[in-house]
């Protein structure tokens, strides 16, 4: 199983929030030290957190800005940009922590997990990639103007049949998407799946026995912050793998790399990534532990659930002779200092193209080690 909320749902718009701020922070300082939360709810937008930077970012106005981006443009939505308070409070790192990570340690204390298997493409579960691709598809075709009875909020419920730990059909397809009070549910219904679920679902995944449901509480008009109050790293398991594979112990968004829950989490993913496109696993789950103001890692394993073609003692050695592992390293080898945050908030972190935890740069030198070993 796997849920996907659009960007207008408020937790992620509040975690889309809190990256353009962060990645604001690092245009005009790359060493800026970050972390952030956000709440919004009905009129209002609170930021709060700890920032240490020799840059200035104008708060207000890149929220406005982000909430604008959304589609939040409309007095009737309850919630709009232009109108909506933002509510700055932000005091400097502790000198504590500053200290903690000042020695190359570590900016918090965490468990990470990195995930990848041959299901798809992207080499993420199919469940958690289909979601993610409805949900996006849903803003893109508001955003664009050919849905102009969609509003922002939404969210969507995918659940896939496996056998022999392979995925063979879409279970059931669940869509809730706000709307406008004039559109009918029948009009509404028709749209969604002709326009965004056959778009986007391979048709291989569609049986007759395929369950797909359209908002089946009834209606969504009132949604957004004005229904339900938004807030960061609320949803930790959309942003990562889905129920397919473990969640790490912390969320991402407003962080920045100093931070070893957010870019130790990308090391894994990255990890566990090279093992199944090398053709070492055909899945692979990656976890590290990572101990406050320690400059190594505390804990490592990887488990590959029986599919590895050769002895996991191997994968493991092969793995920590490529990849960095100590928090200073890790931020260097994927270039973290810069503004690419924002473009994680939604629909994921992983399997996204353009990221570098994405890149598949030591397939060869992976497999070359593994077996000589």
Not at 17 to 23: G, P, T
């Amino acid at each position: 199983m796997a849920e996907s909320p659009t960007e207008g749902h408020p937790d992620k718009l509040a975690d889309l929030i809190a990256d353009a701020l962060l990645d604001e922070f690092l245009k005009k300082d790359p060493y800026s030290r970050v972390s952030l939360e956000v709440v919004v709810i009905s009129g209002m937008t609170f930021v709060a957190g700890h920032v240490s930077t020799e840059g200035y970012v104008d708060i207000p106005t890149v929220v406005r800005n982000t909430i604008k981006e959304v589609g939040y443009t409309r007095p009737e939505y309850g919630f709009d940009a232009d109108a909506s308070a933002v509510i700055t409070s932000i005091e400097e790192q502790s000198p504590d922590i500053a200290l903690g990570i000042s020695g190359e340690g570590a900016g918090d204390t965490a468990t990470v997990v990195g995930y990848a298997c041959n299901e798809t493409d992207s080499y993420m579960p199919l469940p958690i990639t289909l979601a993610h691709s409805i949900s996006k598809r849903l803003a893109d075709i508001r955003k664009s103007g050919k849905a102009p009875f969609l509003r922002p909020d939404g969210k969507v419920l995918i659940t896939v049949l496996y056998e022999n730990h392979k995925p063979v059909s879409a279970k059931d397809i669940i869509v809730y998407t706000q709307h406008d009070p004039d559109v009918s549910p029948e009009k509404l219904r028709e749209f969604i799946y002709e326009e965004v679920i056959k778009k986007v679902l391979p048709e291989k995944y569609m049986t007759s026995h395929t369950r797909v449901l359209v908002n089946p509480s009834g209606r969504f008009v009132l949604g957004g912050p004005v229904a339900d109050v938004g807030q960061t790293g609320r949803k930790i398991v959309s942003d990562a793998y889905g129920d397919t594979a473990y969640s790490g112990g912390s969320a991402f968004s407003g962080k920045d790399p100093t931070k070893t829950d957010r870019s130790a989490s990308y090391l894994a993913r990255m990890m566990a990534k090279h093992v199944v496109a090398s053709g070492l696993a055909d899945r692979c789950l990656v976890q590290m532990a990572y101990a406050f103001g320690v400059s190594e890692m505390i804990a490592f394993d990887v488990e590959t659930y029986g599919t590895e073609k050769l002895e996991k003692e191997k994968i493991v050695k092969a793995l920590l002779e490529i990849f960095p592992t100590s928090p200073r390293q890790i931020i260097e080898f994927l270039d973290l200092r810069k503004p690419i945050y924002k473009k994680t908030a939604c629909y994921g972190h992983f399997g996204k193209e353009g990221l570098p935890w994405e890149e598949l740069r030591y397939l060869e030198k992976l497999r070359d080690i593994a077996t000589a070993l």
